[in-house]
């Protein structure tokens, strides 16, 4: 596939050279610009995604929406003016991206593309963005693990209940609640209507959801900076969605000292403190079991698992240390302790080498808080 040439254009070396090679060094940079990304939807979002892919150097961008370009997309869309309402939203932007980055090949469809998760393609999807106000909410995560969003559980129900999907397509969403309503829907007359009965096909929507222009533009630069450090297999560690406070965090550390103390008889060799807790717990177990694998409690569900939780030795010859401390549920405590990592290392090896690897993190990482 034929790629971009970022070495022998000017304004294109600017781009590539001083804002991200600096970043990503030139080998990094080189997987990003041989890359070929579609960006499906092309509204508030995804127009500011697109945009940044584009900035950043991708060789190759297939821009797909079946959308027109409207005044109220003016308050949100990364390029659109005035002159451009009644235009493809894909054609608007190809017409203002090759203004800047000629080089790059840009594919605009009015088409929308199915079966990513079917055919093995990577995908990153964007829940809802309207009706929100605070930029902090903002969060990658599983699909299965996104909160205080109907779409997002919308479209949980439709992928497990049509495609048996349980998960794996990771999202940008809020945690915010929606802090506005739908706008009441007025027809030509100016009366309120009903709105399907404007519906140019059956569930297309008509209503106008309020939108504040900045959160979009937000949701879209996180996913660009998603794909980028992707493509160039810059690894990062996004926060986990851990809906814990300082007094979950105090009672395992509580928890752990006692359970110390029944086990060996003192809690001496607890090396732990409560912020060292909130490390451990967080950033390593992701606030689950170190026997989950994938996320089976979001919501309500959640908050049972985590009163049902608490802090156990790895290696029961060593201090509860935060490289040698795993969370499990009260349940499977007894039968972690009866074993040996020999054992466990014999009859589990998927687990063994699943928590050894994750162990090993935490003693490469420079633990300070």
Known sequence: MPTADLNGVEGCTIAAKRMIRCFFGFESQQKVTASYVVVIGLGGVGSHAASMLMRSGIGKLLLVDFDQVSLSSLNRHAVATRADVGISKAHCLKEHFSSIFPECQIDAKVALLAACVRRGLKVLSATGAGARADPTRIRIADLRESTNDPLSR??????????????????????????????????PSGEEENPSDYQIVPGFRVRIIPVLGTIPAIFGQVMASYVLTDLAGFHVQTEPIVNFDMDHYHTLHQRLIEHEELLYGTSVHVQVDVEEVMYIVKELWHGRSAREQLVKDVGRGMWRSINELMLVRWDSTKPASVSNLILLKFKEVDEHESQTLDDIKEKEPEFYSRVTAVVKTSLNLSFGL
Request: glycine residues 12%; proline residues 9%.
């Open 154 to 187: 919308a479209v949980r129900h439709r992928l497990r209940r049509d495609y048996g999907i349980e998960g794996g397509i990771p999202v940008v969403f809020s945690l915010e609640k929606p802090k506005v309503k739908l706008l009441p829907f007025k027809g």
